[in-house]
């Protein structure tokens, strides 16, 4: 069974940092793209970024490019985010989702989640 | 790319006929997926490639559309199924991505 589990979020002040986990199992991690998207208090989803299965390629949403980074590391079957500078608009559930591959250079979605971790930047 | 979902909420009974639409602000061939979000749970991923059901997903479920009009369809609802629903675009995956910004169903 896939399962993906998130976990290091918290409460952190604006300007501070914090780091999420997200342990992966029931499938082989290092054969796929994984990504972070998170969701706001009440409001839609919003992709924050993508990794490809050897970590060479990496891209960002525009609103955390600069201060969030992700990497993983397919030995421990495992993704991370470390996030700087975070702000209170950065107050969200985070989640990792895994990507399913279509063809050619084209994915159909995401399609396995984990439960989600939930990170507020407040004073 | 910009999508934009219709109606943002709806409300409707069991056994109805419910459609959600979402227009992309450009051209994104069939890269289209669609997701259910229940309160305080993941989403789940219904259908891709516009009109493609992921397995394990009802029937009643249904995908249609391409280029810049896409529209989900539900046959009958069921108890089940009032959540909020959003479209993906996975054409600029993975530079980038975006969603619509959902449409809450809710019971009549």
């Known amino acids: 069974e896939v399962q993906l589990v998130e976990s290091g979020g918290g409460l952190v002040k604006p300007g501070g940092s914090l780091r999420l986990s997200c342990a992966a199992s029931g499938f082989t991690f290092s054969s796929y793209s994984m990504n972070w998207v998170r969701q706001a208090p009440g409001k839609g989803l919003e992709w924050v970024s993508s990794i490809s299965s050897s970590s060479s390629y990496i891209y960002y949403a525009d609103s955390v490019k600069g201060r969030f980074t992700i990497s993983r590391d397919n030995a421990k079957n495992s993704l991370y985010l470390q996030m700087n500078s975070l702000r209170a608009e950065d107050t969200a559930v985070y989640y990792c989702?895994?990507?399913?591959?279509?063809?050619?250079?084209?994915?159909?979605?995401?399609?396995?989640w984990g439960q989600g971790t939930l990170v507020t930047v407040s004073s | 790319i910009q999508l934009t979902q219709s109606p943002s909420s709806l409300s409707a009974s069991v056994g109805d006929r419910v459609t959600i639409t979402c227009r992309a602000s450009?051209?994104?061939?069939?890269?289209l997926a669609w997701y259910q979000q229940k309160p305080g749970k993941a989403p789940k991923l219904l259908i891709y490639?516009?009109?493609t059901l992921q397995s394990g997903v009802p029937s009643r479920f249904s995908g249609s559309g391409s280029g810049t009009d896409f529209t989900l369809t539900i046959s009958s609802l069921q108890p089940e199924d009032f959540a909020t629903y959003y479209c993906q675009q996975l054409n600029s995956y993975p530079l980038e991505n975006t969603f619509g910004q959902g449409t809450k169903l809710e019971i009549k």
């Open positions: 490639a516009a009109s």
């Open positions: 450009q051209g994104i061939s069939s890269y």
């Open positions: 989702a895994r990507a399913r591959y279509g063809s050619g250079s084209y994915y159909n979605g995401f399609d396995y």
